[in-house]
T-cell receptor, first 114, second 113 residues
């Protein structure tokens, strides 16, 4: 597809379970970003990838959160032992990389922890 | 923390120009000004960006003051579908990689019929 694709679009999970959220960036985009947006709140930066490495992990809220990227393409955000406060929309974006380019966002994964 | 200040909300009449201000008084020489918007329940949408010259594309115009401490996003003929939260972001380029995009609370623009 032409845009950033995220799956699943919706996920309901029980407290304490692990979840994996997937992001397929635009082909050829070397930079990839993860954000979290709680209901009625702004976007909260989580982690940024350049290629397969993550020079900026400063936004990950706890060690329950981790992310990886392979083949300079797909990225997976994993949340272990989910808590109710993890409920949010998780947004992924990609951009061409280091120059002054814009980032394009996916439609997000809405995670609900019950 | 976001390096920009925007009014929390604005109204605009349909068909009129919407002028959204942004203050970025601490902007550095290597920082660009980006504008995004987020329509309810959707991912943010890129609008425009610039360094120091005014920019125009099919969606909007970006006017940056000469001292670069503020800018204005102009939607020339606002429609009801332009109702959204508009984010002004400053972003630097590092030697080897770009910084992430830091979103503040933005301006909630309501286009009124």
């Amino acid at each position: 597809g032409a845009g950033v694709s995220q799956s699943p679009s919706n996920k309901v999970t029980e407290k304490g379970k692990d979840v994996e959220l997937r992001c397929d960036p635009i082909s050829g985009h070397t930079a990839l970003y993860w954000y979290r947006q709680r209901l009625g709140q702004g976007l909260e930066f989580l982690i940024y990838f350049q290629g397969n490495s993550a020079p900026d992990k400063s936004g990950l809220p706890s060690d329950r959160f981790s992310a990886e990227r392979t083949g300079e393409s797909v990225s997976t955000l994993t949340i272990q032992r989910t808590q109710q406060e993890d409920s949010a929309v998780y947004l992924c974006a990609s951009s061409r990389g280091v120059s002054n380019t814009e980032a394009f966002f996916g439609q997000g994964t809405r995670l609900t922890v019950v | 923390d976001a390096k920009t200040t925007q009014p929390p909300s604005m109204d605009c009449a349909e068909g009129r120009a919407a002028n959204l201000p942004c203050n970025h008084s601490t902007i550095s020489g290597n920082e660009y000004v980006y504008w995004y918007r987020q329509i309810h329940s959707q991912g943010p949408q890129y609008i425009i960006h610039g360094l120091k010259n005014n920019e125009t594309n099919e969606m909007a115009s970006l006017i940056i003051t000469e001292d670069r401490k503020s800018s204005t996003l102009i939607l020339p003929h606002a429609t009801l579908r332009d109702t959204a939260v508009y984010y002004c972001i400053v972003r630097a380029l590092m030697d080897n990689y770009g910084q992430n995009f830091v979103f503040g609370p933005g301006t909630r623009l309501s286009v009124l019929p």
